[in-house]
């Protein structure tokens, strides 16, 4: 068992989070599992799942209690997106929700933001999106150009977005929008857009190789109105505030990662000690054997140090560059042990029914979103060569 191997994680040990740790496993086991294929089929999870984790306390688990969160620190959060990722959740976008989009408001929004929002998304009757990427940007931020023209009272939006998580079920969208575009004063804002707003349509959920009961899809703005004072944060300030943010979006991918290589190693110690070849267990092959040795080393060596990350967020003292570093090294030893597992179950690891191809298809996202992994690199050697970059600049000007 893999237990038998691993350090225990003191983040997790305390008796809150025994408990928490059970009932969570309790919801996926009864209330999950059975609905994924059914999920799958339609592109997206049912509403009662989302109402069902707000009752249960599991959204918004580290806001105030005072908006309707759980008061509890971020490792209760971390540990919801373990255990979802250990069992091969991806359908319900829970962490975007409720460890992204929910910090946003909080940080940035107004009072009358945080009392209109934040209440409806701890309980899960509001669903919510983040709307940054456009079909001709997505690593490249600044570039978008989505346009909100100042009305006085109000903004005219028009552009497109794409590749939008929980875009097609939710109820409000955090978008990125250029104001003032294409004169001295253009910057990137942040707007909260409502579901029934005119001229603000959804395309159908974006067919994807994994994930395939999260529903991602465009997002639409045709002269839709907002309101100013939908305007999440200062105008100008959402670029500072995306960039900011995204340490966190990353540790949650990082995460899911080290959840999700676990349970592929969990499914395969199982499976190599039943599956016989040549009259014993595959997991009598010396071949079997190092392979699992290698996967448990590197997920203990990536828990040791997301334990550190998670600390370190609840903390606010989280670097850009060391949450770059969780996200690019975590979804990478994911991937390659979600690999070594597939190749251990044999024809069996190509077949949907079979748990492991489900969290191969997956996990291959993770490389890609929340910034590229490349990205990832570019924001660390930013780091390594500041002096370096500072200098150079100062010499331009
Ligand atoms: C399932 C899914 C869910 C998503 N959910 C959301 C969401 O909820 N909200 C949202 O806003 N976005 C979302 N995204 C979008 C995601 O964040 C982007 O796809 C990602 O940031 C990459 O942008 P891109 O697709 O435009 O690729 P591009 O930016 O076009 O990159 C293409 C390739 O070029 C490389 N590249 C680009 N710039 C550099 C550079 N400077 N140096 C080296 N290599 C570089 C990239 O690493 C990549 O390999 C989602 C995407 C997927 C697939």
Not at 308 to 313: D, E, G, W
Not at 357 to 372: E, K, L, P
Request: include cysteine.
């Amino acid at each position: 068992m893999l237990q038998n191997v691993l350090l225990e994680r003191e983040i997790y040990s305390s008796e809150e989070h025994k408990m928490t740790r059970k009932m969570i496993q309790d919801f996926i086991h009864n209330e999950i599992l059975d609905q994924q294929d059914e999920w799958e089929k339609n592109g997206m999870v049912s509403r009662a799942i989302w109402e069902r984790a707000g009752e249960l306390g599991l959204l918004c688990i580290d806001m105030p209690e005072k908006y309707g969160g759980g008061g509890l620190d971020f490792s209760f959060s971390a540990l919801f997106i373990e255990e979802l990722a250990k069992k091969g959740v991806s359908g319900p976008g829970f962490s975007l929700h409720s460890d992204v989009i929910a910090p946003y408001l909080l940080k940035y929004g107004t009072e009358v933001q945080k009392q209109n929002y934040l209440p409806r998304m701890a309980s899960g009757q509001l669903i919510t999106s983040l709307g940054m990427t456009e079909p001709n940007c997505g690593s490249d931020l600044q570039a978008i150009t989505t346009n909100a023209v100042d009305k006085g009272d109000h903004y005219l939006v028009n552009g497109q977005k794409t590749f939008i998580t929980n875009g097609y079920m939710s109820d409000m969208s955090i978008v990125a929008v250029k104001t003032y575009l294409g004169t001295k004063n253009e910057g990137v804002s942040l707007l909260i857009i409502e579901n029934d707003s005119e001229g603000f349509e959804k395309g159908i959920p974006l067919k994807k190789i994994g994930m395939k009961a999260q529903d991602t899809c465009e997002l639409f703005f045709d002269n839709v109105k907002v309101s100013k004072e939908n305007l999440l944060g200062e105008e100008g300030a959402g670029f500072k505030i995306m960039m900011k943010e995204l340490a966190r979006e990353r540790l949650i991918v990082a995460l899911n990662a080290i959840g999700g290589a676990e349970g592929a190693i969990e499914k395969t110690i199982e499976y190599t000690s039943t599956r016989t070849a040549f009259k014993q267990p595959i997991a009598n092959f010396q071949n079997t054997q190092f392979k699992l040795a290698e996967c448990a080393t590197q997920l203990q060596i990536h828990q040791t140090f997301l334990d550190r990350c998670t600390l370190l967020l609840s903390a606010h003292k989280l670097t850009a560059e060391s949450a770059s570093m969780a996200k690019y090294s975590a979804t990478e030893m994911h991937s390659k042990v979600v690999d070594e597992c597939l190749q251990l179950f044999g024809g069996y690891g190509y077949m949907w029914d079979y748990p492991i191809a489900r969290m191969y298809a997956d996990n291959r996202v993770a490389r890609i979103y929340a910034g590229t992994n490349e990205i990832m690199k570019v924001l660390i050697a930013r780091g390594l060569f500041k002096e370096l970059f500072q200098q150079m600049k100062a010499t331009k000007k």
